[in-house]
């Protein structure tokens, strides 16, 4: 009986093992399965650096599942998604889901529509792209910004081959579609390296889907008070950009419940790209992501405004993500479920609080939108609470600037508090030092994960070595791929002409019609690109790649001020800044800037010219993106005796009006001015104006109304100005009918030219958006644009044109409110300035001198 039970007793713990074996091994396998992670950015350079850092870890133990593009930050959106694609590419990481923006909106009543697009802070966030920037203007939208951004400081054109994937209008992911879908499909961290605007609308939206968030690492914040990085300080001092981009949606996340690591200032300040870890990396680029990332680095540093880089740059995202990366290590390890020790950094757990209104509380000031004059207030906050006080309006807000000390508004701080209103967030204080630095200059522990994970050897990108893309340094790159200089033989050159564009679609048909047309005709000189319209001002790396496949690296091409007239802050420390109380009319989303900074997808299909985007380098005379002042001037210079230009301008009249304000001479060397724009039937209720974005202006033109100062300033002068109104534009902007005509002569395979093709490609599909989706409904707009071009040229056809002009007096309005900014008025007493208009134009006959034009070969 005994040893009946000894034998059943050994039997039972013999199967016990057996389960505790499995049971082991099953926990294993499940320990062993990769995190999931889901990066949220606004593509900043310390976002790349922190993005390649992250790819270059061991997918079996972080698996990055998808990335959305914070479009309320450092980049636009157009330039950002097709950045993000190509970084994925030459990672070999084409399966990561990439969301962008979106069309939804929020209501008045804070009712979350579909696949909100964040292109704005919460609290302004309605249902247009188009608005405010009153956070946004922290964030210069020219050089030291996101010019430089968006072009990686002029090196990405140079050195980042580019992928198969690109920004599709409609078919494009968004932001909060990605989420959905990452988030739904399991356990997964969230990485936000940029402002919180995307994931605060996804957790206020869907709410049942936290429980699938094991913890959120940010990159943000500034604990200590008066530490805050904004420019200039003079009504902030407290705030971090990424905070400030949008308080409440850092409020939001950081009070939703979920576990927070945060990365602040504080601790980023301790671990810069000093000296020697520059030096390091300059001499250890064992690999294709290595070598950008260095290049990059060296790009920024030698654009820097100030002698302080190596203590003023520093690892912000980078940084969050490896220490992020050591705490999702060591949470395995610990019982503790803070992580345990951090390999990279001090951590502490600190009661914080995000402010997102200043005091007093209960304002009815007009400045926050989630309180103001409503009876119930937006989002349920409360009408005395913390999101009830003054909310800055702008970088140079009155309420925020108090005389002789720091400013007082604190909106973004992120502040050490007590209360109801704080929550208990892990904190990183500290950068950790190099524990082997007997063996190593590097001074911090992160310095050296840096390099060693970013130089190891992958064989997906081995085709990108270092040594190939040495070849390709972005001080080299003119070296290598010289310009092409046309030769034109003893042909007599025809009307010199300089053509303003805003770049949008319908100016970069006038541009190539302009290029096809003979030389003996049209001598296309330079063209001056005005980035405070369609598109942002890095999109001249567009009109770069269109000439380099017409031919034509020859023409000069200077970029404008990014600024309408009187609206850049140069009376404070850091002129880069600006308003946009103009320039806020242009959706930043679908039929905006998302399109035009893409060309609607086809700015891809572009063969890349030599030339780019290239900031100015102290000491590299000659590296520099020309100005459009610094153009004309050289075009003016280079002119024949008694030669004059003609001028065409498609866009605002901001760099007409800036050459006419230096030089005292402009009228002795021009001979016409074209200006497509201006709406004159405002006294004809059925004959309104086009800016659809501002409804209380019923009768002003987008082109006079985003810089009103500069078309008064034109329109005062003593030019002689052809004007193609709106109403004009509209009667021949019929894309369908310009789509029948080039259809018929690119059905001729003697007529088949590439230019004719791309057009005809990008007109479809101007049409077919417009057919299908509201927020297309204004492309004929752009069609219209093209009438400027071919009036101008004439080649002749003067008779099958049939066009006609009369003279009136006009005056464009540039002050008041904006329901009456931009409008054109003719002036009764006859003391304005005598304008030539065109009346009418044969509409069959302009399709097909377009058509014909583009398809001769």
Known sequence: MVLGFRVLWMISSALFGVLVVVTLKVNHVEAAQPHRILVDTDVDTDDVLALLYLLKQNRS???????????????DAGHAVNYVYDILSIMDRDDISVGVGGEGGILPNGTFLPNVGGYHPIIDQGTSTAGGCRYRQAIPPGKYGRLYINTNYGIRKALLPQGGRKYVPVEQASAQQVMKDAISAGSISVFVLGTHTNLAIFLMTYPRLKKNIEHIYVMGGAIEPLIGNLFPQDSNPYAEFNFFGDPFAAYTVLHSGIPVTLIPLDATRTIPVNEDFFSAFEQKQDTFEAHYSFQTLKMVHDTWPNSQFHKDYCFWDSFMVGVALSQMRNLERSDQGHGGENEFAEMEYMNISVITSNTPYGTSDGSNPLIGRRSIPKFNVQKNGVHSGHVQLGMQDPFCIAKGSKGKCQDGYTKKATGPETVSVLVATEAKPNHDIDKNMLTKEFYKSFLDVINRPNKQNAQFSNTRAAQFS????ERVVRKQQPDFGKKSMGKPVVFDMDMSA???????????????LINLRGILVNPNGWATAASIEIVYDLLHMMGRD???????????????????TFPSLGDCSYSKSIPHGSGGSLDSDTLFGFARDLPRSPRRYKPEISGSPGFGQPTALDVWKSIVKSLHPGSKLTLLANGPLTNLAEILLSENNTDSVVQEVYIVGGHIGHKNENEKGNVFTVPS??????????????AKTVFDSTLNITLIPLKIQKQVGSSENILNTLQLQITDSHRRTPEAVFSHNLISKLWQLKQNHHSYHHMDTFLGEILGAVILAGNGTQSQLNQTFKFMPLKVVAEGDESVIGQMLIDDQKQAKMVKILCSVNQNAYFEQFANVLSHM
């Open 554 to 572: 020859d023409i000069q091409v200077g970029l404008g001020n990014v600024f309408a007239v009187g609206q850049s802050y140069s009376s404070v």
């Open 697 to 710: 202006n019923e009768y002003a033109e987008f082109n006079m109304f985003l810089d009103p100062w500069a």
């Open 61 to 75: 133990e972080f698996d990055l599942q998808a990335i959305t593009i914070n479009s309320n930050g450092w980049s």
């Open 506 to 520: 319908g100016d970069f048909l006038a541009l190539l019609y302009l290029l096809k047309l003979p030389v003996e």
């Open 474 to 477: 972005p001080y080299e790159y």
